[in-house]
């Protein structure tokens, strides 16, 4: 898979305007200005393939990323950014289960939460539906270069233990210094070798 071949393919509000196509798509999702963007550009060498919103909350639409026609990476919206009405969070929540219920092609999610703040409830709501729906997954603690090594450390704990999960299996991220790239890339093929 060559990472430099990625092009954005399509943004997608309702199922129809999925792409369609028999590859694997890896889905990142978290809470608006988690960093899913950010993250993206950081896993692909790319500064601005796919679009960081300057103000929270502001990503109502499902990007879709081709990776060297092998992989697909999907931007889902963010979650849990207060300052939007309850009828646009619905709308927003709404888009990305249709999402995450209906694609056959999903294989993989990515949540991706921030290091610095304890798991909200939006975030054990969503790590909860995950393991029900049985896709495989991984955790990525985004922002990891604000923290010192032995706070990235401390936060990692805190974290698996809000979650039930072992501390060990949360990938610290820092799309500024690039910190965790390769091993959430070699866990992310790791898996999609696993799952396909």
């Known amino acids: ?12 509000v309702n199922p129809e305007q999925y792409p369609e196509h028999d590859m694997p798509e890896v889905a990142f999702i978290g809470r608006s200005n988690v960093g899913k ?5 950081c896993l ?3 500064r601005n393939l796919a679009r960081v919103g300057g103000t929270p909350g502001k990503t109502r ?4 990323y081709n990776i060297d026609d092998t ?3 999907v931007d889902l919206p963010g979650y849990g950014y207060a300052k939007v009405s309850k009828q646009e969070k619905a709308s927003w929540g709404k888009l990305a289960d249709t999402y995450l219920t209906s694609r056959k092609n999903l294989k993989l999610l990515v949540l991706l ?3 610095r703040h304890k798991p909200t409830q939006d ?7 995950i393991s029900a729906s049985g896709i495989p997954y991984i955790v990525a603690a985004t922002k990891a270069d604000k923290l010192s090594r032995p706070a990235v450390m401390t936060r990692k704990k805190d974290i698996a233990a809000v979650l039930s999960i072992p501390a060990d299996s949360i990938i610290p ?18 898996l999609l070798k696993a799952e396909i």
């Not at 975030?123 to 539906?129: E, F, I, Q």
């Not at 991220?173 to 790791?190: A, D």
């Open 1 to 12: 898979m060559n990472l430099h071949n990625a092009r954005y393919e399509v943004t997608a």
């Open 37 to 41: 963007s950010s993250i993206i550009n």
């Open 44 to 46: 692909l060498n790319r």
């Open 61 to 64: 639409v499902i990007n879709f």
């Open 71 to 73: 992989i697909y990476l």
């Open 113 to 115: 939460l921030d290091i």
């Open 123 to 129: 975030d054990m709501t969503m790590k909860s539906w």
């Open 173 to 190: 991220f820092s799309s500024t210094r690039r910190t965790g790239r390769e091993e959430l890339l070699e866990t992310i093929q790791k």
